[in-house]
Structure formats: C-alpha cells, structure tokens
T-cell receptor, first 110, second 111 residues
C-alpha cells in the first residue's frame, strides 16, 4: 500500500458543481495533514491544513477520518479557476518530512 | 507568499557536468528541502536540512549532494549530471509545524 494514495482523476465537472476528493494514508500515527494545489508548471501552494477532525475555508472543506485513515477535500460552487492538481500530504515521521500523493487533477468546464 | 527564490529557473547542461542549484529564503525558517518532480512519481525528497550545516538524505539522494552554510541558502549539487536527472526541482522551507512553502522551481534538462 502506498503511504499516501489518491485517485489521479481527472475529475471533469461543470462550473457551480460540488466535487470531493479522497486520499488514504498508511501511517496511523500521523497527526496533521495538508492539501496543496498545483497549477500546471507551477509550484505547489498550501491550500489547507487539517490538524483535527476537519477544517473549512470558504468553499473548501477538508475532513479527516482517523478510523478509516483517509482525508477528503470538498469544493463547493466550483469555479473555472479551481482547475488544478490537488496534492494530499501527510507527515512521514517526526522529522518534519512530508509524503506527497501523486495528485488528483480537477478540470472545471464552463 | 513566502520569501523563497530559486536560481537558475531554467538550465540545460550536458551529461557528466556538475550543476549547482541555489535556494534562497528570507523567512529565517529552520528547515529547507529539495524535491524533484517527475511525471508518474509526484514530489520526491532528495535532501533536507534542519539547520546550518545539518543535512540528511531523502528518498532519492543518489547522485546529489547539498550544503547549507547560512540559514538563508541551501545548495543542491549534481556531481555529474545524467539524463535521468532531467526534472523539475523544487526547494521548500518550513518553520517546524510541518507546513512547507515552495519556491518557483528550476527546470533542468540534461542532454
């Protein structure tokens, strides 16, 4: 089992739709998780941090399910500008190293 | 945006030549990281630093070395570049809460 696993997509949705991505992780001791957004040929940018059961920021909601070892990212009212690759990230251990998933690609169409 | 820059932004070099990439930060963060990103592999850690002169290997460190003589600078050296090292290289910084912030990347092509 990969340490962090994501569905690569692409998820192709119309503007205004709600879309959700799941990500599974293998290290049950992990306490904090992150979602990064990466645009084509750009650097990853931190979108949300998830330290407890979940986090909400505007149209974006991240939830953590420790029992099943997955985190999810929900995007409501999708915008064209949300088109990007979303990376799920978990700590590798206590040394401040991170494990990045391969990413889920989102395409929002007009 | 975090104050982090990388140089050069693009480089083409020949097989067998040494190459040094530079990462510079103005945030005074303790942790610095070098990653490479390739299609089908995602981001993979090459080396990281947890302080001046304190560095350690990541998961794909073979053929790479690093140095950190000042808090703000983290250098990545390809000792003898090979075609398999053609990639996009990202530097990241972190303050110790696991959050990392990335530089704009360096596109390296080894011919």
């Amino acid at each position: 089992r990969k340490e962090v696993e994501q569905d690569p997509g692409p998820f192709n949705v119309p503007e205004g739709a709600t879309v959700a991505f799941n990500c599974t992780y293998s290290n049950s001791a992990s306490q904090s998780f992150f979602w990064y957004r990466q645009d084509c040929r750009k650097e990853p940018k931190l979108l949300m941090s998830v330290y407890s059961s979940g986090n909400e920021d505007g149209r974006f909601t991240a939830q953590l399910n420790r029992a099943s070892q997955y985190i999810s990212l929900l995007i409501r009212d999708s915008k064209l500008s949300d088109s990007a690759t979303y990376l799920c990230v978990a700590p590798r251990d206590s040394s401040y190293k991170l494990i990045f998933g391969s990413g889920t690609r989102l395409l929002v169409r007009p | 945006d975090a104050g982090i820059t990388q140089s050069p932004r693009h480089k083409v070099t020949e097989t067998g030549t040494p190459v040094t990439l530079r990462c510079h930060q103005t945030e005074n963060h303790r942790y610095m990281y070098w990653y490479r990103q390739d299609p089908g592999h995602g981001l993979r850690l090459i080396h990281y630093s947890y302080g001046v002169k304190d560095t350690d290997k990541g998961e794909v460190s073979d053929g790479y070395s690093v140095s950190r003589s000042k808090t703000e600078d983290f250098l990545l050296t390809l000792e003898s570049a090979t075609s398999s090292q053609t990639s996009v290289y990202f530097c990241a910084i972190g303050g110790g809460n696991y959050e990392q912030y990335f530089g704009p990347g360096t596109r390296l092509t080894v011919t």
